[in-house]
Structures are given as C-alpha cells and as structure tokens.
C-alpha cells in the first residue's frame, strides 16, 4: 500500500481544512487509517484513526470535537476534516494505514500500530 497525504497550507487560526490521503496498491488489505501529526522538535502523535468499515472512530483529546476522519475500507482515499484550527495545531501530518490484522477488530490508535506510511503535508495556523 503507498499513501501521499496532500492539501495542508498556510491558515489562519479559526479557519477549517481538509486534507486527503491518496492511496494506492492493495487496499483491500487496510485494516484501519490514521492520521497522525508531528510539530518542530516534538515527538509524531496520533490524531485520529477509524477501522475496518469506517466504524470504531478514535480522536486524540486535542482534536475532538474539531476533527473528523473519513475512510471506507476499500476506498483510495481518506480525509481529515478540519476545524477551528489552532495555532498549536501546526505540525507536518502523515496518513497512515495498518494492514495487518489485529485482534478483537475495532481500531488502533498508536503509530507503532500503522506499518504503511505516506509523505506527510504540512498545515501552518498562524494565530
């Protein structure tokens, strides 16, 4: 499976964007996506991820309630719903898929979970 992650730009705080996650190759065998985000000099943190068949949804608490992931499994693209931007939401944000089985279904969450990556797309808010 290879992912790009596109669409991130300059924003001004308060101001909503969404970004794509194009995604080709054998996209049958995703599992769940996720969208994850890395800011100058921090550690890669997970954002939002959703399982197979586009249920079992997760948000990291600084996101919630002003971000959406949008998958269906099967599908080549996935998007991340974006709104009331911060600044602190300034980071360069990766699209990620799992396509390993897991146990009990539902939806992973951790990076160390995701073993496909895209190129990320960096999205500045300036406050």
């Known amino acids: 499976v290879q992912l790009q992650a596109f669409g991130g730009g300059l924003v001004q705080a308060g101001e909503r964007l969404t970004l794509s996650c194009a995604i080709s190759?054998?996209?049958?065998?995703?599992?769940?996506m996720g969208w994850f985000r890395q800011a100058p000099g921090k550690e890669r943190e997970s954002v939002a991820a959703?399982?197979?068949?586009?249920?079992?949804?997760v948000y990291a608490d600084s996101v919630k309630g002003r971000f959406v992931i949008s998958w269906a499994n099967g599908r080549s693209i996935s998007y991340l719903h974006s709104s009331s931007l911060k600044h602190e939401d300034t980071a360069v944000y990766y699209c990620?898929?799992?396509?390993?089985?897991?146990?009990?279904?539902?939806?992973?969450?951790?990076?160390?979970?995701?073993?496909?990556w895209g190129q990320g797309t960096l999205v500045t808010v300036s406050s």
């Open positions: 959703v399982g197979w068949g586009g249920r079992n949804q």
């Open positions: 190759g054998r996209t049958a065998s995703i599992y769940a």
């Open positions: 990620a898929a799992r396509t390993r089985a897991f146990p009990g279904g539902g939806v992973v969450f951790a990076p160390r979970d995701y073993d496909s």
